[in-house]
């Protein structure tokens, strides 16, 4: 074999491992994105169902609006309604988002400062869940009390029966939606791995 036939072979030879690298290279990008988007799979339809559970919840509060006969049960009416209908489209958007995020086009910078962003969003909003829903039990508990029974709690006496079933829905709440947030971080840490494999 001449020289020329070993350039050439040799040269074959090397755009076949290019090929094959980049090949790989692909493969690994596709598993590493379907790794990845699995990540957020269970939390978004969770959240799902808790968003067709909130709309629910808003269309029987719409229904029964007219019974808030005062403009503080009025208030809290709004408020309830706002929280029941805002906080659900914004986390499953941010959801969408995070899962949605393209690791094949990109460099892995951007793609990384996409992520901390999305991220650092969606965390906000949980936190802002975390806190805005101990002020829409609340409201909820007024306009659920008025509805369901006609009463107006700010104006009626409670029985002893009423604050200890309050105190004890705190307390889980506390806990459950700590127990919510340490999921999200959980989740988005997990994910943030899966990302930094790629480096």
């Not at 090929?19 to 590493?32: D, G, V």
């Not at 269309?59 to 006969?69: T, W």
Request: charged residues 20%.
């Amino acid at each position: 074999m001449d020289l020329e036939a070993i350039k050439k072979v040799w040269s074959e030879m090397s755009d076949q491992l290019e090929k094959q690298k980049k090949l790989t290279n692909e493969i690994i990008l596709k598993m590493t994105q379907e790794r990845y988007s699995n990540k957020f799979r269970n939390i978004l339809n969770i959240e799902s169902f808790g968003a067709v559970i909130c709309y629910l919840g808003a269309i029987l509060l719409i229904a029964n609006f007219g019974k808030l006969d005062t403009w503080y049960l009025v208030l809290c009416g709004i408020i309830t309604l706002g929280f029941m209908l805002i906080l659900p489209l914004l986390v499953l958007r941010s959801l969408s988002q995070i899962k949605n995020l393209n690791i094949t086009k990109g460099t892995y910078k951007d793609t990384i400062v996409k992520f901390e962003r999305v991220k650092k969003n969606l965390l906000l909003q949980q936190q802002f869940g975390v806190f805005g829903g101990f002020m829409v039990f609340f409201t909820a508990l007024a306009v659920s009390a008025k509805i369901m029974s006609g009463e107006d709690i700010f104006m009626k006496q409670q029985d002893l029966g009423v604050y200890i079933f309050t105190g004890i829905t705190i307390v889980l709440l506390f806990f459950f939606t700590r127990w919510g947030y340490n999921c999200y971080k959980s989740i988005t840490t997990s994910a943030e791995n899966i990302l930094k494999e790629l480096e």
